[in-house]
């Protein structure tokens, strides 16, 4: 019994050192992520939609589950960072948005199994969401082997194209 009760307390002071060693770890490299994907998510903006800059506009509190961020776009149009459930979870993609319209799409970020589920992070891919509305974008093909990575893809368009309707009404 002695000998159960000794594993016990050192396995628990391991597990205890290990936790504190990678909170720490985290403490630095979290705020270096985050600068990291803020910067990609900025080029993106220019990528998925033509303007001559952008300002951040607070998610509504309606979209926060599906909604990373908003970007104004100088003439009036949006750049939505929505999210979709993938297969290895969260894909966050950049939708730049124009009178309801998909001016372009990218990933921002994703987790998805390489070489199956990152074929959505393609121009290909992302090239069947231009030109679609809310009517319209559930209609791009998905990707053979990796349905459940185009379908977070068309879920987050789907989001971002809901929150530009939503702004709209709101304006």
């Known amino acids: 019994m002695r ?7 050192s396995l628990g002071v391991v597990c205890a050192v290990v936790t504190f060693l990678l909170a720490f770890v985290n403490s630095f490299t ?8 803020d ?11 033509e303007a001559e800059s952008f300002k951040e506009r607070e998610v509504p509190e309606d979209f926060l589950e599906t ?4 970007y104004l776009a100088s003439d009036g149009g949006y750049v939505i960072a929505a999210v979709g459930n993938g297969y290895g979870g969260d894909l966050v993609v950049m939708v730049g948005v124009k009178e309801g319209k998909v001016t372009g799409s990218a990933v921002l970020t994703s987790s998805e199994t390489e070489n199956i589920g990152t074929k959505v992070e393609t121009e290909e891919f992302a090239s069947r969401f231009s ?3 809310l009517e319209n974008y559930t209609q791009a093909d998905a990707i053979a082997g990796a349905t459940r990575s185009s379908n977070a893809y068309k879920t987050a368009v789907g989001n971002a194209l809901k929150v530009y309707e939503n702004l709209k009404a709101g304006e």
């Open 3 to 9: 000998e159960y009760i000794k594993v016990s307390l």
């Open 30 to 37: 979290a705020p270096k992520i985050k600068e990291a994907t």
């Open 39 to 49: 910067k990609k998510a900025v080029e993106l903006c220019r990528k998925v939609y």
């Open 67 to 70: 909604v990373n961020k908003i």
């Open 131 to 133: 030109g679609k509305d």
